[in-house]
């Protein structure tokens, strides 16, 4: 099964120059999405992680289905006035203004190893904001793990030399 004929290319959304991977053929299509969460699992088997976290809002469609199939607590990071309890907080730059990410206190203990999932590395900024808020709450990164990464980005030079998987490359 070839996971890319399940992505959806659309052109100059949500602004123009950028080539937007639409995952809701893949999501529409049970087979597909199975297939893509297994690959998607298969690096991180052993060691297990103890913990998997996953921003907002993508993300959560990829970990939710491997946090039950590893058996694993799941956590949510969140935008700003999402989450009901006290949280921990990270603010970092994007390419126009800023943005804010927020985690339970609670979600993350030291020492846990923490496996972050995203449906896609682009950039970056996303994940390494995430890298941060978990280590400043004790947590380790095990790894990252993408369903696509679009390599000529370079997002993985923020990663920080953190173990990464993606199931599909666009160079
Ligand atoms: P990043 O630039 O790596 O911080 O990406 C920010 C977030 O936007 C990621 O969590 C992705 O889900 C999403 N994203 C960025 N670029 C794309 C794209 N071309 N297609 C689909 N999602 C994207």
Not at 5 to 14: L, Q
Not at 29 to 35: D, K, L, M, V
Not at 59 to 75: D, I, K, S, T
């Amino acid at each position: 099964m070839n996971l890319f004929d399940y992505i959806r290319d659309v052109p100059d959304f949500p602004k123009p120059g950028i080539m937007f991977k639409d995952i809701t053929p893949l999501l529409s299509n049970p087979q597909a999405f199975q297939h893509a969460v297994q690959q998607l699992a298969a690096p991180f088997l052993d060691p297990l992680p103890d913990v998997i976290a996953a921003a907002e809002a993508r993300g959560f469609l990829f970990a939710a289905p491997l946090a039950l199939a590893m058996q694993r607590p799941l956590v949510p990071l969140r935008k700003p006035g999402k989450l009901p309890y006290s949280t921990h907080s990270l603010k970092y730059d994007l390419e126009y203004g800023s943005a804010e990410l927020h985690m339970h206190v609670d979600a993350v203990k030291p020492g846990d190893k923490v496996l972050l999932i995203d449906d896609v590395l682009a950039t970056g900024g996303t994940m390494r904001a995430a890298i941060e808020l978990i280590r400043n709450a004790g947590g380790e990164i095990l790894a990252c793990g993408f369903l696509m990464e679009l390599a000529f980005l370079k997002g993985k030079q923020l990663l920080d030399g953190i173990p990464s998987h993606s199931v599909l490359v666009v160079d």
